[in-house]
């Protein structure tokens, strides 16, 4: 079956993406669509319905992995009808197709759909209430998505960083080589995440998931999992440890969100609870530290 199993990998250079193009490997035949393509069939622009149409068509595939989002947070203040196209629309367009063609659509969502008022790690359970217009468009592409219904899984998750693309890690190692003083915020609380935990979290859930010796149900299965690194901590305590590693040491202030005005606001809490995708998968993202130290490893 893995070797006819086609797969559709949707922004294969994106920070998730690039890392789930090396491990969905193992689960079939991984055919990539990007905006750019050098095969004009398999160009796709998520804010062109016409587009993903088209692609999804040609590839005809089993499996959609949905790496593509509009993540720029702040700048989506200024962009809303741009980010729902890709963060709303899109998905729902997704969702339709995989559920005609009865394949599987694997799509990513975010901690910012919670206002962070919580006082404990948000379930898939807890009532979403979005700060910002990144976490508004990111929910109401997860609600399309339930609301068409099929075999799909959202992973929700978090504070994303890897060696590759825009994200807090090479942020501060090129401001560790570039300044003395650092102020980092150190008043919202979340899980910095690995892309390559995620990619390798995803492929093993899909591995069981299809596993024809398990025969699981996908329409039970089929829903919303929180899927970071395990544990906490602040952009403050996670620039110490980054830093930690890195051969100059500016000096780091912890400073309060109201001394680093943004266009977007953010969740003062965002850490998920990974109960479900234990219970259900038994799988767990190593913590943190952890997965940062294997990160930097990988990396060198
Ligand atoms: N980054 C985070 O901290 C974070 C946190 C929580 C959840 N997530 C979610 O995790 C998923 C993966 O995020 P990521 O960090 O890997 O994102 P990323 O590194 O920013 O990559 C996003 C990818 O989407 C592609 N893309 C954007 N607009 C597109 C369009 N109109 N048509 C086709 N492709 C388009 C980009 O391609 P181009 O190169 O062409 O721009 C890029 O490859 C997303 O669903 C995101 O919402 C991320």
């Known amino acids: 079956m893995s070797d006819t199993r086609r797969i ?8 998730v993406g690039w890392e789930l193009l090396r491990c969905a490997q193992s689960l079939g035949k991984v055919t990539t669509a990007k905006r750019v393509h050098e095969n004009p069939q398999l160009c796709i622009d998520l804010a062109n319905t016409d587009s993903i149409r088209r692609v999804v068509e040609t590839v005809k595939p089993h499996i959609i992995l949905n790496a593509a989002a509009y993540t720029a947070v702040d700048k989506a203040e200024s962009e809303p009808e741009l980010a729902e196209q890709i963060n709303s629309t899109a998905p729902a367009v997704l969702a339709e197709t995989a559920k005609r063609l009865n394949a599987l659509f694997v799509h990513y969502s975010t901690d910012y759909v919670f206002d962070g008022t919580n006082k404990y790690p948000y379930k898939e359970t807890d009532t979403t209430n979005p700060v910002s ?3 508004a468009t990111k929910l109401k592409g997860e609600q399309a998505i339930q609301a068409i219904g099929g075999h799909y899984f959202i992973f929700r998750t978090a504070w994303v960083y890897g060696m590759r693309g825009k994200n807090f890690l090479l942020t501060m190692q090129r401001l560790a080589g570039e300044r003395d003083l650092l102020r980092v915020v150190d008043d919202q609380r979340g899980a910095p995440t690995w892309s390559r935990s995620i990619a390798e979290a995803s492929t093993q859930i899909l591995a069981q998931s299809l596993s024809p010796r398990l025969q699981l149900d996908l329409t039970e299965l089929a829903g919303i ?27 780091l202030e912890p400073i309060p969100t109201s001394a ?13 609870c990974n109960s479900k995708l234990a219970q259900t998968f038994g799988i767990r993202l190593p913590d943190w530290e952890n997965a940062l130290t294997l ?6």
């Not at 559709?8 to 920070?15: D, H, S, V, Y």
């Not at 906490?232 to 040491?249: D, M, V």
């Open 8 to 15: 559709l990998l949707i922004a294969p250079e994106g920070q």
């Open 133 to 135: 217009v990144y976490g």
């Open 225 to 251: 999992y929180h899927m970071t690194c395990g544990g906490n901590t602040t952009w403050y305590r996670f620039a110490q440890a980054i830093l930690a590693h890195a051969e100059k040491q500016p000096t």
């Open 260 to 272: 680093y005005p943004t266009p977007a606001k953010r969740p003062t809490y965002s850490t998920l």
């Open 295 to 300: 990160c930097l490893d990988a990396g060198k």
